[in-house]
């Protein structure tokens, strides 16, 4: 189970710091360098948001719970809370302003811990 939430993360992580359709290249057309291509489809890329942070944050439940009795769990812990900023960085980075409200994403991250 852990393997299977590790490759869960994995995946989720990478598809919010490169996402579907990659980044615009250029400032062209009222589009900003940088930002997700993807995001023009302002609902679609709001359900991939919401779900890909939704599973990145029950996956990364799952890492803590399973890894609680490890000798190096403080280690673990310290890691996976830099990959979650590093993971809301980049989302915050090629997300426009105007297309996704934060909130929804962060509540939706915080779900499957107040679930637990």
Do not use: C, K
């Not at 996402?19 to 359900?47: L, T």
């Amino acid at each position: 189970m852990l393997i299977v939430a590790t490759l869960i993360a994995s995946v989720t992580f990478q598809a919010g710091v490169n996402p579907p359709g990659g980044v615009w290249q250029d400032n062209d057309n009222g589009h900003h360098a940088g930002r997700a291509i993807y995001a023009s489809q302002s609902a679609a890329y709001y359900v991939f948001l919401i779900s890909n942070t939704f599973a990145l944050s029950a996956s990364i439940l799952v890492i803590i719970s399973l890894t609680h009795r490890f000798p190096f769990h403080f280690e673990i812990i310290i890691a996976t809370v830099s990959m979650i900023v590093t993971y809301g960085s980049a989302i915050f980075a090629v997300t426009p302003d105007e297309s996704v409200r934060f909130r929804y994403v962060i509540a939706a991250a915080s779900v499957p811990f107040i679930l637990r």
